[in-house]
């Protein structure tokens, strides 16, 4: 792991650190990044950016504002001066499933970076869809830290993504009504 209190320049996250997982940025790394207020944090962040989301009041859900179309791990509690309550969390990566005989491939005419499942609920062991067989799962080093404040969410991200941003649908109630 790397230890970005390093003082070279190579090692610092401003310099970026692609491909390396980082164990805690330090809090001055963060007052040289601008600063964007937003209603909800746009899909597929890259690099160092932090986001602020203001006016969350009890009727807005934030975890629907927090939403950027990456999958992360559960997150934890950390501590920063001045901060409150700061939760840290890494990206889960993604997976890749190349194999020819594969039902996906055949199918599709594509290597599978989608279509996982878990093999059952006690066992979490993610497998192609298709064929069942274990992927090569590609880790990130992609992190975010939220600060929560009283009315507003500050979002810290770092780290550029090596996984791709999985798309929601959303349903479209209206379509649905009149169907």
């Keep these: 792991m790397l230890d970005v209190r390093a003082s070279s ?3 610092s996250p401003v310099a970026g650190y692609k491909g390396r997982r980082v164990r805690k940025v330090p809090l001055d790394h963060w007052d040289e990044v601008e600063r964007e207020t937003v209603e909800r944090l746009p899909e597929d962040i890259d690099g160092t950016k932090v986001y602020v989301i203001n006016g ?3 009727n807005k859900d934030t975890l629907q504002l ?6 992360w791990k559960k997150n934890g509690p950390t501590n920063w001066q001045g901060h409150k309550r700061v939760r840290y969390a890494d990206c889960k990566g993604s997976s890749i499933y190349e194999n020819e005989n594969c039902p996906y491939k055949q199918q599709y005419g594509i290597i599978n970076r989608t279509q996982f499942e878990k093999r059952s609920r006690k066992d979490t ?3 192609c869809k ?3 067989n274990l992927p090569k799962v590609i880790s990130c080093p992609g992190r975010r830290y ?3 404040e009283r009315k507003s969410v500050t979002v810290y991200h770092c780290g550029e993504h090596t996984c791709p941003v999985v798309k929601k649908f959303e349903k479209k109630l209206n379509v649905l009504k009149n169907w």
Aim: net charge positive; charged share 35%; aromatic share 4%.
């Design 130 to 132: 298709g064929c069942g």
């Design 125 to 127: 062991t993610t497998v």
């Design 146 to 148: 939220i600060s929560y």
């Design 66 to 71: 927090l939403k950027d179309g990456r999958r």
């Design 9 to 11: 320049e190579s090692d």
């Design 56 to 58: 969350l009041s009890k």
